[in-house]
């Protein structure tokens, strides 16, 4: 398994922008699908958006989709995230994580998690 490290949380105003790195160790970054998720105080974690190894076939939640990108760069193993337009509803923190699966869907399975990187979006 692969170590992830996310960075590039913090406070953000409303309206602004957020891009998030997902560091990976290791040699084989690219034969994982890769997820974002995130888990909002007294929430549960709910999937973000998810990329295939490749980075050929990509997945949105509804929340987010229309102002994020998901994206990778397999030969800097590191995976990103990209948010604008941001609400107070985006605060949470923000975890990536990888999927061994043989063909990545909306509802894959992800097994491998980061530590996490906390996003506050102030109004």
């Known amino acids: 398994q692969v170590q992830l490290v996310e960075s590039g949380g913090g ?11 997902c560091a990976a160790s290791g ?3 690219g034969t994982y699908h890769i997820g974002w998720f995130r888990q909002a105080p007294g ?3 709910e999937f973000v958006a998810s990329i295939s190894r490749t980075g050929g076939a990509t997945y949105y939640s509804s929340s987010v ?11 800097k193993n590191t995976a990103y995230f990209l948010m604008n337009s941001l609400k107070s509803e985006d605060t949470a923190a ?5 999927s061994s699966v043989a063909w990545l869907t909306p509802g894959s399975r992800f ?8 996003v506050t979006v102030s109004s």
């Open 65 to 75: 989709k229309g102002r994020s990108n998901i994206s990778r760069d397999n030969a």
């Open 43 to 45: 929430k549960e974690r």
């Open 111 to 118: 097994d491998n998690w980061g530590q996490g990187t906390q």
């Open 27 to 29: 040699r084989t970054f």
């Open 94 to 98: 923000y975890f990536c994580a990888t």
């Open 11 to 21: 406070l953000v105003q409303a309206g602004g922008t957020l891009r998030l790195s």
